[in-house]
């Protein structure tokens, strides 16, 4: 980043900040804006360090009333915000940046490549998976008006605006942060499953069904250019799937219902979206002249391709119409919608291929080719839908069954027993569903969902996962369950191995499941496996739950090579540290060897998705970043482990995970002080997504997911789960003479480079001084000498890592990233200072408060805000 473009960064979150105090000057006079401003100082000096201007900050909160506070917290979470906008909009901006053609340059630089490209074009597949994880934290309504002050941003320093242009487009930015000041940034309720899918669709429409066409035409020059390769017309290489509506476990509010409502509003969505192009193709395709195909088609109608495409866009219509209807609870004739995906592919292939064999090959590959590939990758369905349920679920529905029929407890069973019943039921023609049995309300859910998938056209989903697998009967009695709703297709069931010994076990379970015949059948060939990132690495630590991934996937790509099958893992990552977060090139070339030729599907959580997809030229950036660094990948993949390396990194992973169980499990005055050091439990009253922060309610600590785990060590910038115990093992290493070993896997090894990298940045968001300030006032007296415990191996860590990565301060090797932090530094200091306070407010009120809990509420938003990756 050059130091003009650093300038024009700088001076954009200046302006906004500036624009947004005289909002706040106009509502709320000049007292209160030479206050804000004050208050920005002051924590522009905390950040550099200086103990008297925090001093200052927490005697002025101190002595302000609740509704002040609230104040100062909703100014520092919309300069937070703006802040965000602005580096956005500049990241967006930067199209001088061409990853496929410094992949060429790579492969010129390693002519012995593991594959050629023809190949590994053909196995590029993206599958980015939409979920509405609960760290979301900005409502629909101020994310519209935040994309459209990107959008004026974008005009302001696009080409160059006129004197005028550039007045009005400020006066517009001004209007929509004023708007957003005047608007409430916390929810009042809890979103509904339903409204997190309608967020998901509005993420397609208004960023990546621009962005999908524009990628892909950039990818094929860019392919054409360096490798002398086109993508074939029907290529799909990106494509986008949802948890939103589908999600289950341990979320009752994602029901059958509402699984079957977000299928018919995605179809409804999707009709909508292809009959904007279509009437647009209406229009453009006025010509006469046609081919002897669309001729048969059109009859003798002057204007073959209007006539076409006016059929289609006649179905769309009334597929749009007729789901609105049935929606409202009217009888509708279906058989005018569209149910088949060749329905809308078909009349655009038909003009397509007439307008190229009569010489108009410029005007079908523009907009109506973006059609067409808009068509591949959304499809009438707009995006296939996952389910995920718990096994406990599955098994207790059988177990029910076999209780009625007086065949014992299938839970208490031996895993041979239950395979055999469950192999036994697959391949027999009677139904095993008793007609006159009476399932529980939770048997009863599982059967309906099952039903719901029958009930759709197979292309309208994904996976089926299946939580806590653990045994090959978990996925058998899934299967048998889809079977019994009269699934006639092999809907992929996919284990997620999410803990420690379930991940370590993972390739045993697989390789007994592809043992039986009835199941190789069944799979035709084709295994996906999820890899859970968040549950791991919160049972064992960071650097345990990372080794056990890599060596599980490494494992299962061996095992499915031997067998014939073809191996796509999910991987389960979310957007921070602690959930396997990593930037994308990072993260897919830190995967073992091979395990990107099944293709990549990954989990887009949460506030990552508007981080990377928000804007359709921030969305083709990051999904031309996933395409290289997959084709790179695939033809330079990462050596794999040599012996040594293999040795050490297991045994600091055993350690790893020693120091961290020793804390985090076996220290009695743990949970007490997380609590209390934590807006843990605050975060409960955070109306974020659909989903409980529990699994079970009156559960501790183990029982909380691994979201708000992440999200509350996040808060008083300890970032806890991303570090403990990790450099501790490192140094035990260093200790017993591994220090060249060490040095050698830095140089040679991505996976464990990838490792330290993150750590780097990890240390850099971690502040233990602004953790101390939340054990001085939060914390009871007695738990003090706990947190300073793990301060002090925070600090030591950090000292440790620089010295290994041989860097003076953190993230030298990332100066984008650390001006980055360094520009909200000043923003978050005054707000972890009036969270503190309100923290304190809010544990010592004997009756609800809504006004400071508000105030609470918007104190956690704009933290997480400031931190960006927080869950």
């Not at 550099?48 to 927490?58: I, P, S, V, Y």
């Not at 890899?531 to 060596?551: M, N, P, R, V």
């Not at 482990?641 to 743990?670: C, H, S």
């Amino acid at each position: 980043m050059t130091e003009a473009i650093d300038h024009q960064l700088m001076d954009t979150v200046r302006q906004l900040g500036s624009i947004l105090g005289e909002t706040i000057e106009n509502q709320l006079g000049p007292q209160w804006l030479e206050r804000i401003e004050q208050i920005r100082k002051q924590g522009r000096s905390c950040a550099q360090g200086e103990t008297a201007a925090r001093k200052e900050l927490q005697a002025l909160f101190s002595e302000m009333d609740d509704e002040q506070l609230l104040t100062v917290g909703r100014a520092f979470a919309q300069f937070l915000n703006l802040a965000n906008i602005a580096e956005q909009e500049f990241n967006s901006s930067q199209h001088n940046h061409d990853p496929l053609a410094e992949l060429k340059d790579k492969l010129g630089q390693h002519p012995q490549q593991a594959t050629d490209f023809s190949t590994a074009l053909k196995q590029l597949k993206i599958d980015l998976v939409l979920t509405a994880h609960p760290t979301e934290v900005t409502r629909r309504t101020l994310i519209h008006k935040y994309s459209e002050l990107a959008s004026c941003l974008a005009q302001i320093h696009g080409k160059a605006p006129t004197e005028q242009e550039r007045k009005d487009l400020l006066n517009r930015i001004a209007a929509l942060i004023s708007q957003a000041w005047h608007t409430e940034e916390i929810r009042s309720v809890r979103p509904t499953p339903v409204d997190e899918a309608q967020w998901g669709f509005s993420v397609i429409e208004n960023s990546l069904w621009d962005a999908v066409p524009d990628c892909l035409r950039e990818m094929n020059r860019s392919f054409k250019t360096h490798f002398s390769q086109q993508l074939p017309l029907d290529a799909s290489p990106i494509r986008f799937s949802s948890w939103m509506g589908g999600d289950r476990d341990g979320n009752p509010f994602v029901t059958a219902d509402v699984t079957a409502r977000v299928l018919l509003l995605a179809r409804k969505t999707a009709a909508r979206l292809f009959y904007r192009d279509v009437n647009k193709l209406q229009v453009e395709l006025s010509m006469s002249d046609c081919n002897e195909e669309l001729r048969e088609q059109a009859g003798d109608h002057r204007e073959p391709y209007r006539y076409v495409l006016r059929q289609l866009k006649d179905k769309l219509q009334a597929t749009h119409d007729g789901i609105e209807q049935y929606l409202a609870g009217e009888r509708v004739d279906q058989s005018t919608w569209i149910s088949r995906q060749h329905e809308l592919i078909e009349p655009l292939m038909l003009c397509y291929r007439s307008l190229n064999e009569t010489g108009l090959e410029i005007v079908a590959n523009s907009e109506l080719l973006d059609t067409i590939r808009r068509a591949h990758c959304f499809g009438i369905h707009l995006l296939k839908l996952d389910v995920r349920q718990h096994s406990e679920r599955h098994s207790q529905v059988i177990s029910e069954v076999t209780r009625y029929l007086g065949l014992g407890d299938y839970l208490s069973w031996s895993e041979d027993d239950k395979q055999s019943f469950l192999l036994r039921e697959l391949a027999s023609k009677r139904p095993l569903l008793p007609r006159k049995w009476q399932p529980s309300e939770e048997a009863r859910e599982v059967l309906q969902t099952c039903r719901v998938l029958a009930e759709n056209d197979q292309h309208g989903f994904g996976i089926y996962i299946i939580s806590m697998a653990s045994q090959p009967s978990d996925i058998l009695c899934v299967q048998l369950l889809l079977q019994e709703a009269g699934i006639d297709w092999p809907m992929p069931v996919a284990p997620l191995f999410e803990t420690l010994e379930d991940l370590n076990h993972a390739p045993e379970v697989i390789g007994k499941l592809l043992d039986i015949d009835w199941y190789r059948g069944y799979i035709q060939s084709q295994q996906f496996v999820m890899i859970g990132y968040s549950d791991s690495a919160k049972d064992a630590g960071a650097l345990a739950a990372g080794w056990a991934q890599y060596e599980s996937q490494e494992k299962l790509v061996a095992l499915t090579d031997k067998m014939g099958v073809n191996l796509t893992l999910f991987h389960g990552r979310g957007g921070t540290i602690g959930r396997g977060g990593l930037p994308a090139h990072a993260a897919i070339l830190s995967q073992p060897p091979g395990s990107l030729k099944g293709g990549f599907r990954v989990t887009e959580q949460g506030e990552t998705i508007r981080y990377k997809f928000g804007m359709p030229a921030l969305a083709k950036r990051s999904l031309k970043l996933y395409a290289s660094a997959i084709l790179e990948g695939m033809l330079l993949p990462p050596p794999a482990p040599k012996d040594a390396w293999r040795e050490l990194i297991t045994n600091m992973a055993a350690k790893g995970r020693d120091n961290y169980r020793q804390v985090v499990r076996d220290d009695p005055e743990f949970v007490p002080y997380f609590r209390a050091a934590t807006p843990e439990e605050e975060l409960g009253k955070l109306p974020l997504g659909s989903r409980p922060s529990k699994r079970k309610p009156d559960g501790g600590v183990e029982s909380l997911r691994a979201i708000p785990w992440i999200f509350a060590w996040a808060q008083n910038r300890m970032v806890l789960p991303s570090w403990l115990g990790v450099m501790k093992a490192v140094e035990t290493a260093i200790e017993e003479g591994q220090q060249d070993t060490l040095e050698q896997m830095i140089e040679h090894w991505p996976f464990f480079k990838t490792r330290l990298s993150m750590l780097d940045m990890v240390f850099a968001k971690a502040e233990p001084r602004i953790a101390e300030e939340y054990d001085k006032r939060l914390v009871p007296q007695k738990l003090q000498h706990f947190g300073q415990g793990l301060r002090d191996e925070l600090a030591h860590s950090q000292a440790l890592l620089l010295q290994l990565m041989k860097q003076s301060s953190s993230m030298e090797q990332d100066p984008q990233g650390k001006e980055s932090m360094q520009i909200r530094a000043g923003y978050l200091e005054p707000l972890h200072m009036l969270q503190i306070e309100l923290l304190s407010r809010v544990r010592q009120q004997k009756t609800a408060n809504p006004l400071l809990e508000r105030a609470m509420m918007v104190a956690i938003a704009g933290i997480a805000v400031g931190m960006r990756n927080t869950g």
